[in-house]
């Protein structure tokens, strides 16, 4: 069904083909592809970004300036419902810079609206921050309908910090206003809002009573992420009241529509959610069986993703080829010409054959110097490699596993849900950056937190951490290396904090000083010159740490960078690394 309302669509606004091959003259067409491409952001928003790209395409050619901003932003939304934080990030900016050449305000509040959503469930303060200055120009300019676009969006942060009474208040005054303009979708979208608090709130009847309209009127509107949104809750909802069979009536209904959209993050929270039911119904053997779905999920992605790096790998290999062939072929030709010319004088050809020599000298060098940076760049392509098999290293692994199954064991659903759903996120997060030889600094933040937070759920009061980050740094523009600080982290932690009878903190702190991103780990273990005299020559070293150093040792050499690492212990124990890194 959908396949066919998107042929219809590209059918109905690709019908003006006459008027864009008689010079593209018709800005109507890039309005109503954009318009379309939003109005299905919440159905499928890989559509989303495929029609904002036909839009960008047109309005390049015709130099509409509102065509090409507006198209970069939904293409932005759409890569923010695939959980794309980079490109979205990147269409934002660009879209930015379009809306403020031409001083649109109104959409230049909406995307910092935009940049408010990305933030909101990482960073609360600064998606607030964004959130404000979109709805200070909103009300400038007495937008109803965007005002109240912005109100969910604070009243969503309000619910992730648990605020939920003002949370509420917000919704009921963007519900009023999406009501007087008719804006259908985001007032259904504030229904299921309001069935989430809720439930929170314990008030299961008017949570229930919220969610089954919201499922009601999405279904009118095919709006397939609010009908998985809501039954999720529905879900959660009826096994707290142990009402068994609704529950795997709203799972099944969600996992349909999840699977439908091509939504594989929310088909994993369904798994999930049977595996609970499943094991509240004392039904351990089909518990089991979901248990297993679930890690074959994330199996399958890591397998699919790997795929990817060799195929990209073989393309980059062939492009290198093609070029060497080139190259034959206009030395030879060259050759040629200069064979021609030696019969005209022998003194234009003695020119001519010293320029050959110094050309074939010339490019006898520059491939000897491309293949020398194709082998480091291959063996920084191994190191990454390795450095990801060490990230998730397999005790790490066991050890969560193992803890999920001594929960449940003990029949403690409630902490082996906690520490699954902390795990399922980082291992969603390791699959996103295992492709990537650099990252945003904005990543690397959240995969830090998620891997410390799940390792301060097992370990509980043996360790605790703090990640400060200087009010100034632009997370989202600064660009690293991958893999590159999770390594020292978790050799603090294993080799650190665990040997101490007490256990201890670990400190993160990011601050930019003259162009340098400046990354300091500190910890109050046991100490990095302590823990190496404790070890026997027999015991296993890191080698994420050794893959590290090999790395940055490449990297300084091919892109002539000084990234530049420390490890000293601080006094009689503690330990301190600092990481600093050119931007």
Sequence with gaps: MLNENYQSTLQKYFSFSSD???GLKDTVIINRLNKAAFNIRLTDPRKTVNLADSALFLAKKLNYYFGIAEANRIKGVGFYYLSDTEQAVKNYIEALKYFKTINDKKNEARVYNNFGNLYKEINYNKALLYYKKALSIAKKLNIDEFTAGIYLNIATVLRFQGDYKNSLKYLEISKEI??????????????????VIYYKLKDFETAKKQLFEAISQAKKNNLSKVIVGSNLALASIYLEQTEYFKAEASI???????????????????????????????????????????????????????????????????????????????????????????????????????????????????????KKELKI???????????????????????????????????????????????????????????????????????????????????????????????????EEIIIPSMLIQPFIENAVWHGLLPKEDGGWIQINFTCIDNLLRIKIIDNGIGISNSSKSKTPSQHTSRGLELIHERVHLLNKINKTSIHITQTQTGASGTEVIITIPI
């Design 377 to 475: 760049q291959n063996t920084i392509a191994t190191l990454e490699q390795k450095a990801l098999q060490a990230m998730m290293n397999p005790h790490f692994v066991f050890n969560v596993i193992n803890t999920i199954q001594y929960f449940i064991g003990i029949k403690e659903s409630k902490a082996a849900n906690q520490i699954l759903t902390g795990f399922a996120r980082l291992m969603r997060k390791h699959l996103e950056i295992c492709l990537k030889s650099n990252i945003t600094l904005f990543e690397e933040i959240q995969y830090l937190n998620l891997y410390l937070s799940l390792e301060k759920i097992r370990f509980d009061e043996k360790m605790n951490f703090y990640i400060n980050i200087d009010s100034a740094i632009e997370v």
């Design 252 to 370: 099944n209904e969600g996992i349909k529509y999840a699977r439908g959209m091509g939504d594989n993050n929310s088909v994993y929270y369904y798994l999930h959610k049977a595996y609970e039911l499943e094991l509240k119904r004392r039904n351990y053997s089909k518990a089991l069986k979901y248990l297993k779905e679930v890690h074959h999920h994330d199996s399958l992605q890591l397998s699919r993703n790997l795929s990817d790096n060799i195929g990209k790998t073989s393309s980059h290999y062939l492009q290198l080829q093609k070029i060497q062939k080139n190259e034959l072929i206009i030395t030879q030709q060259k050759y040629k010409e200069t064979q021609y010319w030696w019969f005209i004088t022998l003194i234009i050809s003695i020119l001519l054959l010293a320029a050959l020599i110094g050309i074939v000298i010339f490019s006898f060098s520059q491939k000897r110097k491309q």
């Design 20 to 22: 864009i091959q008689s």
């Design 178 to 195: 999406f009501a007087k303009t008719r804006d259908t979708i985001n007032f259904i979208t504030s229904l299921q809002n309001s069935g």
